[in-house]
């Protein structure tokens, strides 16, 4: 707390001596924590690209608006077949890419059809399974035939995996992307810094802003000297550390806390033993003591978590009792599991706080049951090369941030390597469903099957920590996709 208040007070003689401390009003600066791997959201995992590009950049036929609700996108509108397997998509007339390109339904063929391959790069390739054959009717209509009905088809096109690319210039989108969004790509300065601006000819509303730069800025003690001497307007998700009661106190603020669909969970290789022991699982579970992971680990606005769930959605089920905190319990699972002197195992973390941070707390809780972890702190492109990708761990943390992905459980190459035919019947039921109290049903059996079977270690919901320039207008409160969305966002006169 002492070295906070040493820099808020050096940062308000800044302030003082400042002429001009904010930008046009025109201009943003957005501070943002992590550098993506590239820019293309239909080929990585990473949430920092669509955090970038998403709704900016690149738009898809439908997309997620702010309180979760699918909308028109690229696709003005669409009519279902009474059978719920064919959809008609009437597309947006006169839409172009940033590069001049016209946008047209060949784009959208290409787009999924790219995505469906079978050499797809896509990191949520098991979004389009359901597509049996698309076809262009005519430049501006296509017709998507799904192999059964898929209650969540309309929201699964609106992920940033699902964006409409051009067969022109897709193979360069990771370092020169080109969307028909609201914003186009100008410059990405390595390790610095990434500046869009306004696409002039965008088919839909024009933005207010002319130049927006996403200044990385990793951690609290570079992010908070930022933002008070104006170098940066906001953060979408602030790194505020121990200053935020500080920040929240400065009229020149607004702190927002809000909703994340980031799961934080101990992620567990369900294949590798002995982690393919249920009762080794379950040891884990018993071992972790949420509340301290979570008192250990930032700001306190986390919620604990029992399932791969998050509390905002309508169909959560508190499942954190199911294995409660008892280092008694867990001895004793792993004595009945023929572990009764323990085992060593690895634990990779990739940078973020609540991974490396929480990761100490947690091999400290497991090392109390008899469980030695080795710490292995990896960047993030070692983390989805060797983790996500290759399926090379033990054990590790990581936040899934994608919008309601309960489904990813039922994916035979999944990274947990997760196989029960009793979930993966559930999820493919929900496919079918569209009615939504049936579907709140089926969530809740599918989040009850993965907590009683302890797949992963659920420990919390990252909050989403908005801090803003209180001039600022249209900046989200929460979200429910992975993305710093500012189509919307303006200066206040």
């Known amino acids: 707390m002492t070295m906070w208040k040493s820099v808020l007070a050096a940062t ?22 992590l550098e993506p791997p590239h820019l293309d959201p239909t080929a990585g995992a990473a949430a920092a690209i669509d955090e970038i590009v998403y709704a900016n950049v690149f738009e898809g036929l439908t997309r997620i608006g702010r309180g979760g609700e699918v909308a028109p996108a690229l696709a003005e509108s669409w009519e279902i ?7 008609t998509f009437k597309l947006r007339a006169g839409a172009t890419y940033h590069d001049g390109s016209a946008f047209d339904a060949e784009d959208v063929k290409f787009s999924l059809e790219r995505a469906m391959a079978e050499d797809s790069t896509n990191a949520q390739k098991g979004l389009f399974a359901a597509i049996d054959t698309v076809e262009i009717v005519d430049p501006t209509t296509v017709k998507v035939t799904l192999k059964q009905p898929q209650g969540s088809f309309l929201y699964n096109l609106g992920w940033g995996d699902a964006v409409i690319v051009a067969s022109e210039s897709a193979e360069g989108n990771k370092e ?31 933005v207010a802003l002319d130049t927006v730069e996403f200044r990385i800025i990793p951690d609290a003690a570079a992010a908070v000297p930022a933002l008070l001497t104006g170098d940066v307007h906001a ?26 669909e980031g799961e934080t969970i101990l992620s567990t290789n369900n294949k590798k033993a002995p982690f393919d022991n249920l ?15 979570i008192a250990g680990n930032g700001s306190g606005f986390r919620t604990p978590i029992g399932s791969h769930f998050s509390p905002g959605n309508e169909a959560y089920v508190d499942l954190t009792g199911t294995y409660p905190h008892d280092v008694e319990k867990a001895k004793a699972l792993l004595k009945e599991a023929g572990f009764e002197d323990g085992f060593k195992a690895t634990l990779k973390l990739p940078p973020p706080s609540y991974a490396r941070d929480g990761g100490q707390i947690v091999a400290s809780q497991l090392r109390e ?22 399926k090379d761990y033990d054990l590790t943390i990581v936040s899934h941030t994608e919008p309601n992905d309960i489904g990813i459980y039922a994916r035979d190459d999944y990274y947990f390597q997760y196989d029960n035919p009793e979930f993966d019947a559930v999820i493919a039921e929900l496919d079918v469903t569209s009615e939504q109290a049936k579907r709140n049903e089926l969530y809740a059996k599918a989040q009850t099957i993965i907590a009683e079977d302890a797949v992963n270690g659920y420990l919390f919901q990252l909050p989403k920590i908005g801090v803003w320039d209180a001039k600022l207008e249209g900046m989200w409160e929460n979200s429910p996709v992975q993305a710093t969305d500012l189509t919307d966002v303006k200066w206040a006169e």
């Open 369 to 390: 049951v008899g469980i030695e972890l080795e710490i292995i702190p990896v960047e993030w492109a070692q983390w989805l090369d060797q983790v996500f990708k290759a």
């Open 176 to 206: 020169n992307p080109v969307g028909t969004g609201p914003f186009k790509f100008d410059n990405w300065a390595k390790g610095s810094s990434i500046t869009l601006s306004k696409a002039e000819g965008y088919w839909g509303e024009p």
């Open 235 to 260: 953060f979408p998700n602030m790194p505020a550390g121990d200053a935020l009661p500080q920040i929240e106190a400065d009229p020149r603020f607004v702190v927002v806390v809000g909703s994340t």
């Open 12 to 33: 308000a003689l800044a302030l003082a001596s400042s002429t001009s401390v904010f930008a046009a009003k025109t201009d943003l600066v957005v501070g943002v924590v």
């Open 279 to 293: 009762k080794v699982r379950q040891a884990i579970a018993h071992a972790l003591d949420r509340e301290a992971i």
């Open 81 to 87: 077949s009474d059978d719920g397997k064919v959809y």
